[in-house]
């Protein structure tokens, strides 16, 4: 197999660093006090979100501790988080007796949300999850620093060429789901503003970690010989670990009302290019479909990156360690981002 930068094997290197933290990410975490909740740590980006705070607070002084709440539908997600130290709590958090009930916290991570089965029949599910339960759980947890996942989604389309809305951009949702996290927004700031409660509100556009995620996405169709959809011609990407990395570091930046921060990484990337890029190391030709529009879903982070930094892990090796993952068997999650959807319908 081939070998990573520290002489380990390379998948095992991949996997390590979506949880890996970094001096600066410990610095800034000691700025702040007590326990950290994650609620919804069982998603795509929660056990490793988790894992990477643990780690930071092992460097800490003190015996903070992280709890991960989650349902826990699959049993190896809350294995995981034991065997790392985290304390897993199963909870279903649509339960006022179950919220109640859970640990107390000088610091949130709220990532509970849902996306797909909005469209055909499952919009009033996806309003309660992603508008009315954040709002719940911020008057569970009034007072402590919480920070919440929302979607870059909440803003409209915007040029190609734009540089990709910042946060003082108009939003502007397409569809249902963009609509529930824009609502989301709109209570937890509520919530901030009538209670004195300091916020971060985190605008996600497209996590990688290999499992899941539009370079996968683009690597599997590539690989078996399906058209890339150009329509949507452009994203932004970045890395699971760098992301994990921000989000923990807004818990050092909270404020009321709150801070918004757009989480992605710095480059618009074609999806054409990307695509080419990746048939380039699969030794696949890519085959194209449609042409792309004028507009996409793009994001700019330049704010988070004056806090943070810019991202470590860069676009050239995520498409390679994408390729490696998936030549090398690499376990896939089997989630589809639906990057190329432009009229919200999810």
């Not at 349902?71 to 339960?95: C, K, Q, Y």
């Not at 890395?239 to 921000?246: E, K, L, S, T, V």
Request: with cysteine; proline share 5%; hydrophobic share 40%.
């Amino acid at each position: 197999m081939t070998q990573g930068t520290a002489g380990e094997p390379l998948l095992t290197e991949i996997a390590r660093r979506v949880h890996e933290p970094t001096g600066a990410d410990v610095e800034r975490l000691a700025a702040t006090d007590g326990d950290l909740v994650v609620l919804g740590a069982a998603g795509k980006m929660g056990v490793s979100l988790a894992r990477m705070a643990a780690t930071i607070f092992a460097a800490l002084p003190g015996n903070r501790q992280v709890y991960a709440v989650s349902r826990f539908s699959d049993p190896a997600a809350r294995a995981e988080l034991d065997e790392a130290g985290v304390r897993t709590v199963a909870a279903d958090l649509s339960d006022d007796a179950a919220l109640a009930g859970l640990p107390d916290a000088a610091n949130v991570v709220y990532m509970v949300g849902r996306k797909f089965g909005t469209s055909g029949g499952g919009e009033p599910l996806t309003w309660a999850v992603n508008t009315y339960l954040p709002g719940r759980a911020a008057l569970r947890y009034k007072g402590s620093r919480f920070v919440a996942f929302s979607s870059g989604n909440v803003y409209p389309l915007v040029p190609v060429g734009s540089g990709g809305a910042d946060e003082t951009t108009a939003p502007g949702p397409v569809g249902e789901y963009a609509q529930s996290c824009l609502g989301r927004e709109r209570i937890l700031a509520h919530v901030a503003e009538t209670t004195g409660t300091p916020m971060a509100i985190i605008r996600l556009n497209y996590a990688i970690d290999c499992r899941y995620g539009v370079l996968t996405d683009l690597a599997r169709t590539v690989a078996a010989g399906e058209p890339v959809e150009l329509g949507n011609g452009a994203v932004n990407v970045i890395w699971q670990g760098d992301a994990n990395r921000y989000v923990l570091g807004a818990l050092a930046h909270v404020d009321t009302p709150p801070l918004y921060l757009n989480v992605t990484g710095p480059e618009t990337a074609s999806v054409r290019w990307l695509a080419t890029e990746l048939g380039r190391r699969l030794g696949r030709e890519p085959v194209f479909a449609g042409a792309e529009a004028d507009t996409a879903l793009l994001s700019n982070a330049g704010r988070s990156f004056g806090l943070f930094g810019y991202p470590r892990v860069t676009l050239a090796e995520m498409l390679d360690w994408t390729v490696a993952w998936l030549s090398g068997g690499g376990a896939l999650l089997d989630k589809p981002t639906h990057f190329t959807e432009r009229k919200g319908t999810f």
